[in-house]
DNA sequence: GCCTATTATACTGATGTTGAGTATAAGTAT
DNA sequence: ATACTTATACTCAACATCAGTATAATAGGC
């Protein structure tokens, strides 16, 4: 077994990659960069003290953006999610809270890059279910059929079947909103997205590739995407970081529909009350909100103090099975 | 904002850390080299496909170990984790679960860097409660009070001994044996362990710190064991991963203990049973074990299908709250 | 043969959580 | 005024969980 450091000194490369999350207008998006298809990324450099205030400086100068809550996400170093054979590049993706809104004056005036919110379900129509089973079912209803069918042989073919209706909900199979990244896979394996078909030599089958919706990514952005959606619909059940994404105050109702938009399904609105208050997230602040159209609901305001009290204990969220 | 790829063309290296665990004896164990103080590691090479498939390959060639359920663990470059100021070395660390035995004969024999499994209580005493609120319990706690105490006013005081009580699980605070981390980090800030003295040139309360138990490690290992031990005692409870570390067949008590064991606390036996029979985890051999002093147990048998099947799905394990 | 230690198995009740439905209150648009 | 929208407050059944108890079957020591 190897000693210790004697670390490799080979032509290594490491970049942060963001995946910066915003709410707006029941929307869930993320900020993009080059027509959109890529997620912003920033050099690992030697003056950083560690990889995430790497981050959150070069994010925070950069964008002006209040990063609230910050994770890692994963680490990437497949040889085959860059194009050149010889170098290696390391990203280490990073997934961010924030709100849209106070991009700097730099930012907003700069198209160089064209930096842009856009929805998450843009690139993955399909993990909308808020308004029943999204219409992209359809299409990507066929592609898996042909690829079911595809299977060389019974047993294969029954398998496909299997997974493909566990992780679609399809049969008596409830639709889990967690399994972002292993339908992600699943679709790259079936060759339904235009991201499978880049570097090898293999045959297209167009028909099917083309008519699946939902915007690709360059490189392996989308798959990190799935990463990061995935892992903020686990983590909103169990921790209170919904509220970073909310402005200042904010109705019940509002609340609610930030978790429907992440969740991208809905929830009993009793229920998600109840569980609000009773954990008591949040504090009155007195006021209300007469732009909702019908009874002025109260504003609320995050109990700040909760950070604290459950760093530890957890939060829950009514996001059913069902 | 930044454009792609750019990546910075610095002095970084890439290492992995392999954190394996086993489980003998009723103890969870962790495989260490040098003179048992420093995890395994090895180097990240161009010729390796994915950071996962290098891991794989390096463990299972240099130690013959079956490995059954791998995942990426966190990825660290912190610039003073090393000695060193002007390389940088990232590592990436790995979570694998295996059996302790099979080590070949060239690891067996090779007492060169003494390769050897160690309990990771012998590194975190004062995470096994299965026995009660463990002997470390005494030393810690004047650690920790002497830290509340040492806080400069009242409200930082109030905070410290709030987030001890709550991390411990002392007054009427139950003890979350997820915190893991948490809890280092704490003891960490407190000063109460060696690896806190490193480095900078801050005065050392050696009367407290050579009296909390506990053998550190080099580098930041301990807080990679810790993070390590955190996540496999929440994956427990949600997937079906202990069976990697069961023999093939095993008692229905047999896996209470290992759970027991790894989560640090004992667990209501009809409970246990219970959840493990409604969930269908594991099937029935026909044959019996006497080796246990009593009247013979069922040996039983992991069902390898739910793996497919709740790929997915998940699972439960009874480790409740008290 | 009897006692004890060990495990297997079956049941019970209190308590808490969850999903879903209903009723009433307070505003706005027409 | 009326309808429509949203807010807020309850109720209820189904289910899961925690904890405790009782009984049966086997081995080994005395």
């Given at each position: 077994?190897?000693?210790?450091?004697?670390?490799s000194?080979?032509a290594?490369?490491?970049?942060l990659?963001?995946?910066?999350v915003?709410?707006?207008?029941g929307?869930p998006?993320?900020?993009?960069?080059?027509?959109?298809?890529?997620?912003?990324?920033?050099?690992?450099?030697?003056a950083?003290?560690?990889?995430?205030?790497?981050?959150?400086?070069w994010?925070?100068r950069?964008?002006?953006?209040?990063l609230g809550?910050?994770e890692?996400?994963y680490t990437f170093?497949?040889?085959?999610?860059?194009g050149?054979a010889d170098q290696r590049?390391?990203?280490?993706?990073?997934l961010?809270l924030?709100r849209?809104?106070?991009l700097t004056?730099?930012?907003a005036?700069s198209?160089?890059?064209e930096?842009?919110?856009?929805s998450?379900?843009?690139y993955?129509p399909?993990?909308d279910?808020?308004?029943?089973?999204?219409?992209?079912?359809?299409t990507?209803?066929?592609g898996?059929?042909?690829w079911?069918a595809?299977?060389?042989?019974r047993?294969?073919?029954?398998?496909?079947?299997?997974?493909?209706a566990?992780?679609?909900?399809l049969?008596?199979?409830?639709?889990?909103?967690e399994?972002?990244?292993q339908?992600y896979?699943?679709?790259?394996?079936a060759?339904?997205?235009?991201?499978?078909l880049?570097?090898?030599?293999?045959?297209?089958?167009?028909?099917?590739?083309?008519?699946?919706?939902?915007?690709?990514?360059?490189l392996?952005?989308r798959?990190?995407l799935a990463?990061?959606i995935?892992?903020?619909?686990?983590k909103?059940?169990y921790?209170?970081?919904?509220?970073?994404l909310?402005?200042?105050?904010?109705?019940?109702?509002q609340?609610?529909?930030?978790v429907?938009?992440?969740?991208?399904?809905?929830?009993?609105k009793?229920?998600f009350?109840?569980?609000?208050?009773?954990?008591?997230?949040?504090?009155?602040?007195?006021?209300?909100?007469?732009?909702?159209?019908g009874r002025?609901?109260?504003?609320?305001?995050f109990?700040?103090v909760?950070?604290?009290?459950?760093a530890?204990?957890?939060?829950?969220?009514?996001?059913?099975g069902?």
């Amino acid at each position: 077994m190897r000693s210790l450091p004697p670390a490799s000194t080979q032509a290594i490369a490491a970049d942060l990659i963001a995946l910066l999350v915003a709410v707006t207008a029941g929307d869930p998006r993320v900020l993009t960069i080059q027509d959109q298809n890529a997620l912003p990324s920033g050099p690992f450099e030697l003056a950083h003290r560690s990889l995430q205030s790497g981050l959150r400086a070069w994010v925070e100068r950069q964008t002006g953006l209040p990063l609230g809550y910050v994770e890692q996400l994963y680490t990437f170093a497949d040889r085959d999610r860059t194009g050149a054979a010889d170098q290696r590049i390391i990203s280490i993706s990073y997934l961010g809270l924030t709100r849209e809104q106070g991009l700097t004056r730099e930012q907003a005036e700069s198209s160089q890059y064209e930096a842009s919110w856009r929805s998450w379900y843009d690139y993955f129509p399909w993990e909308d279910h808020r308004l029943g089973t999204p219409v992209a079912d359809k299409t990507l209803r066929s592609g898996l059929t042909a690829w079911i069918a595809a299977a060389p042989d019974r047993t294969t073919r029954s398998h496909r079947r299997q997974r493909a209706a566990r992780l679609f909900g399809l049969d008596d199979h409830i639709w889990n909103e967690e399994l972002v990244l292993q339908r992600y896979e699943l679709m790259y394996e079936a060759r339904l997205i235009p991201e499978a078909l880049r570097g090898d030599g293999s045959p297209v089958p167009t028909a099917i590739t083309t008519s699946v919706p939902g915007d690709p990514m360059i490189l392996d952005h989308r798959r990190i995407l799935a990463t990061g959606i995935a892992r903020l619909r686990a983590k909103i059940k169990y921790r209170p970081v919904v509220f970073e994404l909310m402005p200042e105050t904010f109705t019940l109702l509002q609340l609610q529909r930030c978790v429907e938009a992440l969740a991208g399904k809905l929830v009993h609105k009793p229920n998600f009350r109840r569980l609000i208050e009773q954990q008591e997230l949040v504090e009155d602040t007195g006021e209300t909100s007469q732009e909702t159209g019908g009874r002025p609901a109260k504003l609320f305001r995050f109990r700040r103090v909760v950070l604290a009290e459950r760093a530890i204990a957890g939060t829950k969220l009514p996001i059913s099975g069902t």
